[in-house]
């Protein structure tokens, strides 16, 4: 079945560090990409998705590209601030399913 | 815009109890969804309805029940609450429910089991 894999479970980073969050997928046809962040005490917000091969998704400075090839849709930022500490989770959907597959999701953590 | 109210926002029941929580939406939307998210596990699909009076089984469906009465509600019984569970249950909703489209999520309804 389908199944989405972040092998970062932690990451710590200081102010002004670049950000990439691993996110491969395992899927039959061309699935819907998404990601996903979660703050303290509230539900997952959507950052951005993708939908086609080699296409880039952006929102707040975060970006990820859809590659087919590799089955991935990592999640990279250039200069991250201590604001966004969160939870951050990859998502799967397909347009002929109902179910979304998420991630484990990997918890960033930013230092001043 | 819209928005996702799930109540209560802490739940604190004892072994064996049923429990309720609510989910209400004024996106207009199709579908909800219920989740759980346990810590260093991600997001588990428990139940979904695609419309109003509609369910459908997720993966984790044992030992819940729902019930989608009108389409902008929906709520999850916990039939027998278990000992030291400790969870967030997350209410999400999208247009029309395949998980192509966005889901809007709640903010969750944290439950502890004593």
């Known amino acids: 079945g389908d199944s989405v894999t972040q092998t970062e479970g932690q990451v710590a980073l200081s102010e002004e560090d670049f950000l990439t969050i691993h996110c491969n997928y395992s899927a039959s046809g061309y699935p819907a990409l998404f990601w996903y962040v979660q703050y303290p005490g509230e539900g997952p917000q959507f950052l951005f998705r993708a939908s086609r091969d080699k296409e880039k998704g952006s929102s707040r400075g975060f970006e990820a590209t859809y590659d087919k090839g590799t089955t991935s849709f990592h999640l990279r930022k250039a200069s991250v601030q201590e604001s966004d500490s969160a939870v951050y989770y990859c998502a799967l959907g397909e347009t002929n399913a109902y179910k979304v597959i998420f991630g484990k999701g990997t918890h960033l953590h930013v230092l001043p | 815009g819209g928005i996702i109210t799930q109540t209560p926002k802490f739940l604190i029941g004892q072994e064996g109890q049923k429990l309720t929580l609510k989910c209400q939406q004024n996106?207009?939307?199709?579908?909800m969804y219920w989740y759980r998210q346990d810590s260093g596990k991600g997001l588990r699909l428990i139940y979904y309805s695609i419309t109003e009076n509609d369910l459908q089984k997720g993966d984790l469906s044992e030992g819940y029940d729902a019930s989608r009465e009108k389409k902008s509600s929906f709520s999850l019984t916990v039939t027998s609450a278990q000992k030291n569970e400790m969870a967030v249950f997350l209410c999400?909703?999208?247009?029309?429910?395949?998980?192509?489209?966005?889901?809007?999520f709640g903010s969750g309804t944290r439950l502890t089991v004593l």
């Open positions: 999400a909703s999208s247009i029309e429910g395949t998980s192509a489209e966005t889901l809007y």
């Open positions: 996106f207009n939307h199709d579908t």
